[in-house]
Every structure is written in C-alpha cells, then in structure tokens.
C-alpha cells in the first residue's frame, strides 16, 4: 500500500522533473519527453520514472540511455529544489500506454465502420 508522503513526493518528483527536462536538459538526445508517472519506494530510495517520447517507440531506448546518462545532473537539481533527506535513484522507464490506447482506439474506429458499411449494404 502507497503510504501519503510516497505520493505525495511521487506527484512532487513527476512536477519538477517535469521542469527540468523542459528547461535545464540541454542534451538533444533526450529530445521532447513528457513524464506521465512516478514510482516512489516505500523507503524513498528508488523512483521509477515513466515517460513518453515525441519520436514514440522506436526512440524509446536512445532516450532511456540518454535521460540515465542525466540522472545525476537530476537528482542535484532535485536536491537543490525539495526539501528531502535524501533524493531518490531515478530509473526510467519508456511508457508505451498511451500510444497502445491510440493504437486500440484506431482498431475500435475501423471495427465501428466495417461495422456501419455491412449494415448499409
């Protein structure tokens, strides 16, 4: 069970990493990341961090190589902005949710009109 303060500093994390990505990360090779969700540990040791990419999936791993290579530069920048004893290992991890939700959505449009032209017919 998620205890409130893991939650809390998940929600805290997800936000300012957020933030550092868009404006402090100046490698190309993380390029336009959005991060959909963290996982704290229940001792705040560890945070997973789930992101998607603009270039999608085919990108997913250069951008896991590269926002690992950035990890300690984060959780400095982290270190400086929240008031935590220690911050988190971070891990990322590419989140393909939302493009499978986009994938699945397209196959439910097509079915729903092959569904319509029979009807017609």
Do not use: W
Not at 35 to 45: F, L, S
Not at 70 to 95: C, E, N, S
Not at 109 to 116: F, G, I, T, Y
């Amino acid at each position: 069970m998620k205890s409130q303060r893991t939650h809390r500093v998940a929600e805290e994390l997800q936000h300012e990493l957020a933030g550092l990505l868009r404006s402090e990360v100046k490698d190309p090779r993380v390029g336009m990341v959005t991060v959909t969700r963290v996982e704290v540990t229940p001792d705040m040791a560890h945070a997973r961090v789930h992101f998607t990419h603009l270039a999608g999936k085919a990108h997913a791993e250069d951008a896991v190589a590269a926002l690992t290579r950035t990890a300690g530069f984060l959780r400095t920048q982290l270190a400086h902005r929240l008031k935590l004893y220690t911050v988190p290992q971070l891990k990322f991890v590419y989140d393909d949710s939302i493009e499978a939700g986009l994938r699945l959505s397209k196959l439910i449009d097509e079915a729903v009109a092959e569904d319509r032209s029979k009807h017609r017919e």
